[in-house]
């Protein structure tokens, strides 16, 4: 869970906010800025979407964020009868309850369809985090000019982006700067996995959805195997609270379940899931392979609507290929090996990228995203 932070100067609005979460990320930056809110005002309430990280901070949860955790046009369509049910369920919350403020983050394709909803209740909306028009389905722009009042971007060229689109939208930085939880010492995280201090720890990061850690843990597996032929190293698996890891794989390779989160902080090198994950390493500083496996028939659609040159965030704040990324059937354990051993034969190639990691860094701006998102939003509920 993200660490809480301090807030000077209490606010008094006494308000019910609905916030959706849809995804493990989601749900650790919303629980950051539901910590935040209730610092400054000890009247708002939240009930909505989220997971284990918003119900600790008191959100009444209409469905669970693990529930939520699908991607894939293929993937979304077999689950559309459950996902109708949810945003049901959401509408006749707000039915109810009548929020004086929706907060929506990220998951666009349930968001945007509940912000037209949430428009025809006059319900303002805050989208936080906001949808990644830029790579693909530019034409949602005008359901956010439309309904949503608020958008508050992580990324310094996003605010641009939409304001030559004709959205108001406020760049607040990146959350994940806001501070690292409190991690254990590198020592004793070694010791926990029965690792020395020197070891060579190579994180791997197959993703927080069941569905991907499906398809890339095998992979990343058969990678470790051929690795250690010329290179002897100990890999960790970093593993999310709401995905299952296959029960042999526990012989082989070292599982942290606790603060997966740390197996990049003490890695040396990693693979990691195209999304939040190749953003951690540039923030760690761990020089990693970029992997994403998906259903072909989604891999055809994606191909043919995405505008952007990358996939991971990484590269395309540096705007050029800092991480390699090995995508769908390019993503082979022979190809990834070779990556990894680039960087492990030779010290300069491996400085060389945590250089280039840490100008990424410095680019998403300095800590206080949350406190930030806060205070902007209580502007809003005491101006209404």
């Given at each position: 869970?993200?660490?809480?932070?301090?807030?000077?100067?209490?606010i008094?609005?006494?308000?019910?906010?609905?916030?959706?979460?849809g995804?493990?990320?989601?749900?650790?930056?919303?629980?950051?800025?539901?910590?935040?809110?209730?610092?400054?005002?000890?009247?708002?309430?939240?009930?909505?979407?989220?997971?284990?990280?918003?119900?600790?901070?008191?959100?009444?949860?209409?469905?669970?964020?693990?529930?939520?955790?699908?991607?894939?046009?293929?993937?979304?369509?077999?689950?559309?009868?459950?996902?109708?049910?949810?945003?049901?369920?959401?509408?006749?919350?707000?039915?109810?309850?009548?929020?004086?403020?929706?907060?929506?983050?990220?998951?666009?394709?349930?968001?945007?369809?509940?912000?037209?909803?949430?428009?025809?209740?006059?319900?303002?909306?805050?989208?936080?985090?906001?949808?990644?028009?830029?790579?693909?389905?530019?034409?949602?722009?005008?359901?956010?000019?439309?309904?949503?009042?608020?958008?508050l971007?992580?990324?310094?060229?996003?605010?641009?982006?939409?304001?030559?689109?004709?959205?108001?939208?406020?760049?607040?930085?990146?959350?994940?700067?806001?501070?690292e939880?409190?991690?254990?010492?590198?020592?004793?995280?070694?010791?926990?996995?029965?690792?020395?201090?020197?070891?060579?720890?190579?994180?791997?990061?197959?993703?927080?959805?069941?569905?991907?850690?499906?398809?890339?843990?095998?992979?990343?597996?058969?990678?470790?195997?051929?690795?250690?032929?010329?290179?002897e190293?100990?890999?960790?698996?970093?593993?999310?609270?709401?995905?299952?890891?296959?029960?042999?794989?526990?012989?082989?390779?070292?599982?942290?379940?606790?603060?997966?989160?740390?197996?990049?902080?003490?890695?040396?090198?990693?693979?990691?899931s195209?999304?939040?994950?190749?953003?951690?390493?540039?923030?760690?500083g761990?020089?990693?392979?970029?992997?994403?496996?998906?259903?072909?028939?989604?891999?055809?659609v994606?191909?043919?609507?995405?505008?952007?040159?990358?996939?991971?965030?990484?590269?395309?704040?540096?705007?050029?290929?800092?991480?390699?990324?090995?995508?769908?059937?390019?993503?082979?354990?022979?190809?990834?090996?070779d990556?990894?051993?680039?960087?492990?034969r030779?010290?300069?190639?491996?400085?060389?990228?945590?250089?280039?990691?840490?100008?990424?860094?410095?680019?998403?701006?300095?800590?206080?995203?949350?406190q930030?998102?806060?205070?902007?939003?209580?502007?809003?509920?005491?101006?209404?």
């Open positions: 869970m993200l660490p809480k932070q301090q807030f000077y100067g209490e008094i609005v006494t308000k019910e906010i609905l916030i959706v979460a995804e493990t990320s989601a749900d650790q930056h919303g629980a950051a800025l539901v910590s935040q809110l209730k610092a400054a005002s000890k009247d708002v309430t939240f009930f909505g979407i989220g997971g284990d990280n918003l119900r600790w901070e008191g959100v009444q949860l209409v469905e669970h964020a693990e529930n939520m955790a699908i991607m894939g046009f293929v993937e979304v369509a077999k689950h559309y009868w459950f996902l109708r049910t949810v945003y049901n369920k959401v509408v006749s919350e707000c039915e109810k309850r009548n929020p004086a403020r929706a907060i929506l983050i990220d998951y666009p394709g349930f968001n945007l369809r509940l912000a037209k909803e949430l428009k025809k209740r006059q319900i303002p909306v805050t989208y936080y985090i906001s949808p990644q028009l830029w790579a693909w389905k530019e034409k949602r722009i005008e359901i956010i000019r439309e309904c949503v009042d608020q958008m971007c992580i990324f310094p060229f996003e605010e641009q982006w939409y304001r030559q689109r004709g959205v108001e939208a406020t760049y607040v930085g990146h959350p994940f700067l806001d501070g939880p409190n991690f254990m010492e590198r020592e004793y995280f070694l010791d926990k996995h029965s690792l020395s201090t020197n070891t060579i720890v190579l994180a791997l990061m197959p993703g927080s959805r069941q569905q991907e850690v499906n398809r890339h843990l095998k992979t990343m597996i058969k990678t470790v195997e051929l690795v250690k032929r010329d290179i190293i100990s890999a960790i698996v970093g593993k999310a609270p709401a995905v299952e890891l296959p029960q042999e794989i526990g012989d082989k390779i070292h599982i942290e379940t606790d603060t997966p989160e740390m197996v990049l902080k003490y890695a040396s090198i990693g693979i990691v195209s999304g939040t994950v190749s953003l951690q390493s540039a923030i760690y761990v020089p990693s392979v970029v992997i994403y496996k998906m259903n072909p028939l989604t891999w055809i994606a191909n043919k609507v995405t505008q952007v040159s990358y996939a991971s965030m990484t590269n395309l704040i540096a705007k050029e290929q800092v991480l390699p990324e090995l995508l769908q059937s390019r993503a082979r354990p022979e190809k990834i090996a990556c990894l051993k680039k960087w492990l030779s010290e300069d190639l491996r400085e060389q990228t945590v250089n280039q990691l840490s100008e990424v860094k410095r680019q998403l701006g300095g800590p206080g995203a949350s930030k998102v806060a205070r902007l939003i209580l502007e809003r509920l005491e101006a209404a």
